[in-house]
């Protein structure tokens, strides 16, 4: 089996900044694609971020310039930069990761439990 689990969260003012991560463990052979999404109250959840195995990155509009996504392969971790927050990224922030685990052999998405982001202004 392989578990995200997400930490970082937290409650910051406007302008402030935060770091998120992600460490995916269990019987893992590979992670592919990995990424960010958020989901605010009576929302969507959408992509804030998305990263490859290689280290192509992808990111929302509303997040360009202020978030950075990256990834250590040697740990199984992702981690999300986030500066100059503003009141509308205040959300939930779940990883997803495109996992081949040692059980399966083929590839499979898993989740994290989320992580609450709050700003105030």
């Known amino acids: 089996q392989v578990q995200l689990v997400e930490s970082g969260g937290g409650l910051v003012q406007a302008g402030g900044s935060l770091r998120l991560s992600c460490a995916a463990a269990g019987s893992i052979l590979s992670i592919a694609d990995m990424g960010w999404y958020r989901q605010a109250p009576g929302k969507q959840r959408e992509l804030v971020a998305a990263i490859t195995s290689g280290g192509s990155t992808t990111y929302a509009d509303s997040v360009k310039g202020r978030f950075t996504i990256s990834r250590d392969n040697a740990k199984n971790t992702l981690y999300l930069q986030m500066n100059s927050l503003k009141p509308e990224d205040t959300a939930v922030y779940y990883c997803?990761?495109?996992?081949?685990?040692?059980?399966?052999?083929?590839?499979?998405?898993?989740w994290g439990q989320g992580t609450q982001v709050t700003v105030s202004s």
């Open positions: 997803k990761a495109d996992v081949v685990s040692f059980v399966r052999l083929y590839s499979v998405d898993y």
